[in-house]
Structure formats: structure tokens, C-alpha cells
Nanobody, 124 residues
Framework: VRLQASGGGMVQAGDSLRLSCASS????????MTWFRQGPGKEREFVAA???????YYADSVKGRFTISRDSAKNTVYLQMNSLTPEDTAVYYC???????????????????WGQGTLVTVSS
């Protein structure tokens, strides 16, 4: 599985941005498709996920502001990010795995496939 993340950029606080993650295979129904991020000097952290059964999950820090969605025809997962703050500044990675279980969904160790990352910079 190859993942290609895109859509990052530099925006101001309060702005919106949409990230895309294109998969080389048809992931939905077989893989968890998940977004992580890694801010400056921070550990990589879970942001949002699309489960095999099409449920969505969010980190508390982005709930209500970010929305994960998908386009099955394009094998693509999106992350719509609204009301961005400087604390959202990070490299955003998409990841995929067949072996994820719900209780370990937020652990990056569960994911076998990673995109290259796309940088989001939010200025105040």
C-alpha cells in the first residue's frame, strides 16, 4: 500500500485547510485509515481515524473542528480542518493498517503503511 498525503500549507489562525491521502489500493473495509501529526519537538499523535466498518474517531483536541471523510471512488481519505490554531502546526501523516484493533487505534505502532507527511503551519 502506498499512501500519498497532500494539501498542507501555511494559514492563519481561524482558517481552514483540507488534507488528502490517496491510497494505491482500495483501503475501505480492509484497513483503518488514520491521520497522525507531529508538532515541533513533540511525539507523533493520533488525530482522526476511519475504521474498517466506516466509523470515525477523533482526538479530543480536534473534535468538533476536524472532519475525516472519504471518497471511495478515488481511494482517498480527507481531513477537513477548521478553526485552526497555532497548536495545530505539525507535519500530518496518513497511515493505514489491517491489524488495528479499536483499543489500540491511537498507537502508531499498529500502522504498517505511512504517507510521506504534509506540513501544516498555522500563524497567529
Amino acid at each position: 500500500v502506498r499512501l500519498q498525503a497532500s494539501g498542507g500549507g501555511m494559514v492563519q489562525a481561524g482558517d481552514s485547510l483540507r488534507l488528502s491521502c490517496a491510497s494505491s489500493t482500495r483501503p475501505f473495509g480492509q484497513y483503518y485509515m488514520t491521520w497522525f501529526r507531529q508538532g515541533p519537538g513533540k511525539e507523533r499523535e493520533f488525530v482522526a481515524a476511519f475504521s474498517k466498518s466506516s466509523h470515525t474517531y477523533y482526538a479530543d483536541s480536534v473534535k468538533g473542528r476536524f472532519t475525516i471523510s472519504r471518497d471511495s471512488a478515488k481511494n482517498t481519505v480527507y481531513l477537513q480542518m477548521n478553526s485552526l490554531t497555532p497548536e495545530d502546526t505539525a507535519v500530518y501523516y496518513c497511515a493505514a493498517s489491517r491489524r488495528v484493533i479499536l483499543s489500540a487505534m491511537t498507537s502508531r505502532d499498529m500502522y504498517d503503511y505511512w504517507g510521506q507527511g504534509t506540513l501544516v503551519t498555522v500563524s497567529s
